[in-house]
């Protein structure tokens, strides 16, 4: 059967909405099973009483494609009400897929067993069971090099690049829910390790070829913003989704921290949602409580939640966020202190 593209690219991932839904019986119940459900809502717990700590700093790490997936509003839920102070995110989520969003384009949903040959020819992308526009996202590469090209040339963190994409989304965005436009007018600072692997490297490659001087990410201006932002935080929680790069990246900030002779706590409270296991030895499934060892995370409160992020995010985010301690909390506004 041959594919239509306007035909497969018909009908939008829609991103879900925690607020129309009350997760709090749900995770109630899950506390007095077992495995994963019991460690979910373990989870629940710890992340409402980091939002209660008025002494704590949040971080919401991503990894993996989650707005893709349809989790956008989720994170912009978080931002909006205050329940988490700073972004440590993929490229992909950022540029890719967020960014793309605000700039009017979709993913769409697509289906599993497709003919990924006919849908190179249609210059259809596919993530799993989603569609792309292989055409929509060489606009946002290009627009990347534009919001390059329109500042002076020098050395950026990529959470001032990631600040001028959302003042970009603020003057010419096409749809308003974007976490990186959310982001900017709330001052929430969002911080990308790997930058470049991501639409924005297409972007900054043509970007640096064509100009002698240019723009560069500087990824350790970004550890070292991070780092300030740690030690001028009196604790920290992470919630991480995924795991990663940005999983590492914040809880080095503790050894960072060390190494430049400033005393800081561990991360007091810690939390992930993922699906890679601790066997193989890697980052993205060492427990929280191994990160101990490293004296990165300290341990008590800290929970491993073994399961898929559009399934498990969810409801972590519709319990905290109907649990409503958030409204006790103010927005710290950290990009201010970087400025
Ligand atoms: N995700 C994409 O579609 C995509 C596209 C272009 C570039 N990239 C780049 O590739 C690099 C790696 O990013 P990545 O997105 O593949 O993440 P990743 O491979 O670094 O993910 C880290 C961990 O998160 C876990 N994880 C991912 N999705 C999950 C989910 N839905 N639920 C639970 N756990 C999940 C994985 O098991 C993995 O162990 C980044 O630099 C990114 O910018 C990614």
Redesign the pocket.
């Known amino acids: 059967m041959k594919y239509d593209k306007k035909e497969l690219l018909k009908e939008k991932i829609q991103h879900i909405d925690i607020k129309k839904f009350n997760s709090i019986p749900l995770i109630e119940s899950f506390d007095n099973m077992a495995f994963q459900s019991r460690n979910l809502a373990k989870a629940c717990k710890i992340y409402d009483t980091m939002i209660k700590d008025k002494d704590c700093t949040i971080v919401l790490c991503l ?4 707005v ?2 349809g989790l956008k509003k989720i994170i912009i839920d978080l931002i909006e009400h205050n329940m988490i102070d700073i972004i440590v995110s ?4 950022v540029v ?1 897929q967020d960014f793309f969003e605000g700039l009017g384009f979709n993913h769409y949903r697509g289906f599993v067993n497709a003919d990924d040959n006919q849908l190179r020819e249609l210059m259809i992308d596919r ?1 799993y069971d989603t569609f792309i526009d292989e055409g929509d996202l060489r606009v946002c590469d290009m627009t990347t090099k534009k919001i390059a090209d329109s500042m002076n040339p020098g050395v950026y963190s990529s959470r001032e690049f990631i600040y001028d994409m959302g003042k970009y989304l603020d003057k010419n965005g096409k749809n308003p829910e974007s976490f990186v436009l959310e982001a900017y007018k709330n001052e929430v600072p969002i911080f990308c390790p ?1 930058f470049s ?2 639409s924005a490297g297409f972007g900054l490659v043509f970007h640096q070829t064509e100009k002698k001087e240019h723009v560069s990410i500087d990824s350790v201006k970004d550890f070292k913003e991070l780092t300030e932002l740690k030690v001028k935080s009196k604790e920290t929680g992470l919630l991480m ?5 940005p999983k590492n990246f914040v809880q080095d900030t503790v050894v960072a921290a060390d190494i430049l002779g400033v005393d800081v706590p561990m991360h007091k409270y810690a939390v992930q ?4 296991d601790e066997r193989d030895g ?1 980052l ?2 060492s427990t929280l409580k191994e990160a101990n060892s490293w004296g990165k995370v300290d341990s008590g409160f800290e929970q491993m939640v073994f ?4 399934v498990t995010f969810p409801l972590l985010a519709s319990y905290a966020h109907h649990k409503g301690s958030w409204k006790d909390r103010k927005a710290k506004r950290l990009n201010t202190l970087l400025k």
């Not at 990894?63 to 989650?66: C, D, E, T, V």
């Not at 993929?90 to 989520?93: K, P």
């Not at 989704?241 to 790069?245: D, E, H, L, P």
């Open positions: 990894a993996g494609s989650l893709s997936g993929t490229g992909a989520i890719d993530i790997a692997d991501s989704i995924g795991g990663g790069v949602l993922t699906v890679a890697a993205s499934g399961g898929e992020a559009t």
